[in-house]
Nanobody, 120 residues
Framework: VQLVESGGGLVQPGGSLRLSCAAS????????MGWYHQAPGKERELVAT???????NYADSVKGRFTISRDNAKNTVYLQMNSLKPEDTAVYYC???????????????WGQGTQVTVSS
């Protein structure tokens, strides 16, 4: 199973970016998907998660600015980031809870990370 992220980059404060993460490979089903970020010298932190049914959860720091969504048919999760702040600068990682078969367990897979830099 591979997760490939795209959409990171450099943006000015107040700007927007949209991250995408597509899962591929031997996938039977995907439960939760989500995004974490990690700033230099800090631990990886939760940004947002979404269940297969569409229920969402956000870190307090991004509520009202970021929106997570997913396309189950495409095994893809998105993160729309608006009103970006310099403190949002980090490497953003997506994850997916994947079952590779009907009788197999649920395992978390991670993307390689995409850099988001918010600076003027």
């Amino acid at each position: 199973v591979q997760l490939v992220e795209s959409g990171g980059g450099l943006v000015q404060p107040g700007g927007s970016l949209r991250l995408s993460c597509a899962a591929s490979g031997s996938i039977y089903s995907i439960n939760d998907m989500g995004w974490y970020h990690q700033a230099p010298g800090k631990e990886r932190e939760l940004v947002a998660t979404i269940t297969r049914g569409g229920s969402t959860n956000y870190a307090d720091s991004v509520k009202g600015r970021f929106t997570i969504s997913r396309d189950n048919a495409k095994n893809t999760v998105y993160l729309q980031m608006n009103s970006l702040k310099p403190e949002d600068t980090a490497v953003y990682y997506c994850y997916a809870g994947v079952k590779r078969g009907l009788l197999t367990g649920l395992y978390d897979y991670w993307g390689q990370g995409t850099q988001v830099t918010v600076s003027s």
